[in-house]
């Protein structure tokens, strides 16, 4: 599914990014662009960090 339909980015490639060592919002953006356009998949992409354990 996508989290972010501005750059096209899925939830699965989240999860694997995360689980391969990214662990943070600012990763997340640097590495896939998400969350710079019209922000609506800021509250996913925190929900998904969330989920994942992942540092913030
Ligand atoms: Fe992610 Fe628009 S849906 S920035």
């Known amino acids: 599914m996508y989290v972010c339909l501005c ?20 990763q997340l953006v640097q590495c896939f662009g998400v969350g710079g356009d019209c922000g609506k998949c800021n509250k996913d992409i925190a929900q998904i960090l969330d989920r994942k354990n992942a540092c913030r």
């Open 7 to 26: 750059k096209a980015v899925t939830d699965s490639q989240l999860d694997a990014a995360i689980e391969s060592g990214l662990c943070s919002r600012k």
